[in-house]
């Protein structure tokens, strides 16, 4: 595609409204992880949380026609990206003053990784099939998006510490598109048939979001009860 034709223009415009708007679930992926980081390093966080995610979608698209056919992936990326979500709503454990702060950060960033990793089988079908091939739109697309992301996750970290039940709120949102990455699996398409799947999409999905929140209360109820009851066995 020749890069003074209007169409190369149209199309990567395409690509970053595309990215954007598929990108809010990932905004709170970054916001949720760096909000417990130091304040010095939230940005940092951010920024390399934003920078992963980009540059994963860019690997990720050049395997997607392999990955979106093999069966059990999506099932496997819906118990990752529910796990994360769980981890995310759990209570900070007690850490001693000499922790140093880059492990929190590259922890952070490792969180955000895995939830891209399991999050953008759609988004970068989406991205590929509009830049029917070429790599310079994709490249370009997913790197000016960068900033958008970030800002998003600015905005969305400066609610979490405004309104701490957001925080319940974000992991819903992933246990929701868990849910519904479960059901779009092909192995489950193809033993219930794609009518019955697509007729229960919603209710799967919310069936991903109460598992998630009742996962991380029972958890952050237990680990309550053992603090609490903890000095007054010693």
Same mark, same amino acid.
């Given at each position: 595609m020749d890069y003074l034709e209007p169409l190369f223009w149209l199309a990567l415009l395409k690509i970053i409204w595309i990215n954007v708007l598929l990108s809010g679930d990932n905004a709170v992926v970054i916001a949720m992880a760096c909000r417990s980081? #130091? +304040?010095?390093?939230?940005r940092t966080g951010m920024i390399l949380g934003a920078a992963v995610a980009v540059g994963m979608r860019i690997v990720? &698209?050049?395997?997607? @026609?392999?990955?979106?056919?093999l #069966?059990? *992936?999506r099932i496997v990326g819906a118990l990752a990206l529910m796990y994360i979500a769980? +981890?995310?709503? *759990?209570p900070e454990e007690g850490e001693e003053g000499g922790v140093a702060a880059h492990d929190n950060l590259w922890r952070a960033v490792g &969180?955000? @990784?895995? @939830?891209d990793l399991v999050m953008s089988l759609d988004n970068v079908v989406a991205i590929a099939a509009v830049a029917d091939g070429d790599w310079t739109l994709i490249i370009i697309g997913l790197v000016i998006s960068i900033p958008m992301i970030i800002a998003g996750a600015a905005l969305i970290m400066g609610l979490l510490a405004r309104f701490p039940f957001l925080v319940w709120a974000g992991a819903a949102l992933l246990g929701w598109v868990a849910g519904e990455m479960f059901v779009s699996d092909i192995k489950v398409l193809d033993y219930f048939g794609e009518a019955m799947v697509h007729h229960y999409e919603y209710a799967a999905a919310a069936a991903g979001a109460v598992i998630v929140l009742g996962t991380g209360w029972a958890i952050s109820r237990f680990k309550g009860g053992t603090h609490a009851a903890g000095p007054h066995g010693s």
């Amino acid at each position: 595609m020749d890069y003074l034709e209007p169409l190369f223009w149209l199309a990567l415009l395409k690509i970053i409204w595309i990215n954007v708007l598929l990108s809010g679930d990932n905004a709170v992926v970054i916001a949720m992880a760096c909000r417990s980081l #130091p +304040d010095k390093m939230r940005r940092t966080g951010m920024i390399l949380g934003a920078a992963v995610a980009v540059g994963m979608r860019i690997v990720f &698209t050049a395997i997607i @026609a392999v990955l979106l056919g093999l #069966p059990w *992936l999506r099932i496997v990326g819906a118990l990752a990206l529910m796990y994360i979500a769980v +981890d995310l709503v *759990l209570p900070e454990e007690g850490e001693e003053g000499g922790v140093a702060a880059h492990d929190n950060l590259w922890r952070a960033v490792g &969180t955000i @990784a895995v @939830a891209d990793l399991v999050m953008s089988l759609d988004n970068v079908v989406a991205i590929a099939a509009v830049a029917d091939g070429d790599w310079t739109l994709i490249i370009i697309g997913l790197v000016i998006s960068i900033p958008m992301i970030i800002a998003g996750a600015a905005l969305i970290m400066g609610l979490l510490a405004r309104f701490p039940f957001l925080v319940w709120a974000g992991a819903a949102l992933l246990g929701w598109v868990a849910g519904e990455m479960f059901v779009s699996d092909i192995k489950v398409l193809d033993y219930f048939g794609e009518a019955m799947v697509h007729h229960y999409e919603y209710a799967a999905a919310a069936a991903g979001a109460v598992i998630v929140l009742g996962t991380g209360w029972a958890i952050s109820r237990f680990k309550g009860g053992t603090h609490a009851a903890g000095p007054h066995g010693s």
